[in-house]
């Protein structure tokens, strides 16, 4: 049960998720704001994180630039990626809601990237530095947005138009798929790089006594 409840927790950061649900959010922004601004400075803001962390990745797996000392090799996907979905989506939803209960909603919406980061700490898919360094990137265009916004009203939805919305994540959970971004990236960095194997934590670890060395020295 325990398990079962780690990986469902994990899957909220997963890209088979996130990226068709930050599609929908950008879509409702455009069909339910006459300024269409806000979809762009959501675009941006998702697509941002996503950059930096595949960068983070790249340069590690492909050129071995990362801290033993921290066992940092880069940002954690899941976190930084839910870190700025889940804040804007609670907050798209709330529209019909009181202040109070909005507020309640969004705080929700920050919670739910904390348990993703502790699900990847539990399955051992990231250090401790990674998951609070990928939550920290992964809030700060989120808040940004929500920031942008503080001035208007959330859309408000039908309870058949929520239902819809709901649709696309309720169905991708279901099926459970999750995406291969990581051997994507593995596969990317070494052609960039031009090596045969991607770079790994164990070499990285190989390197705790000398913390101030970087892998590619």
């Known amino acids: 049960m325990f398990w079962h409840l780690i990986h469902f927790l994990t899957y909220f950061g997963d890209s088979m998720l996130l990226v068709p649900t930050a599609l929908v959010i950008a879509l409702l922004l455009l069909w339910k704001r006459d300024d269409k601004r806000s979809a762009c400075y959501w675009v941006l803001a998702f697509c941002a994180t996503g950059a930096i962390v595949s960068l ?30 889940w804040p804007v989506m609670l907050w798209l939803l709330s529209g019909r809601l009181s202040a109070q209960w909005r507020n309640v909603t969004v705080i929700i919406g920050y919670f739910i990237p904390l348990c993703v980061g502790i699900s990847r700490l539990v399955l051992h898919y ?16 989120g808040t940004l947005f929500l920031i942008s916004q503080r001035h208007l009203h959330p859309p408000v939805f039908s ?15 279901g099926q459970g798929r999750i995406a291969t971004t990581q051997q994507f990236l593995q596969q ?27 892998l590619n020295q």
């Open 56 to 85: 983070s990745k790249i340069a590690f797996m492909g050129f071995g630039i990362g801290s033993a000392r921290f066992n940092f090799t880069g940002f954690s996907g899941h976190s930084a990626m839910s870190a700025t979905l």
């Open 188 to 214: 990317l960095s070494a052609k960039i790089a031009g090596i045969e194997h991607a770079w790994t934590r164990e070499q990285l670890l190989q390197l705790r006594q000398s913390p101030h060395t970087l």
């Open 126 to 141: 990231h250090s401790n530095s990674e998951v609070i360094a990928g939550l920290l990137l992964g809030y700060t265009p």
């Open 159 to 173: 309870s058949r138009q929520l239902g819809i919305i709901f649709l696309i994540p309720v169905l991708l959970i």
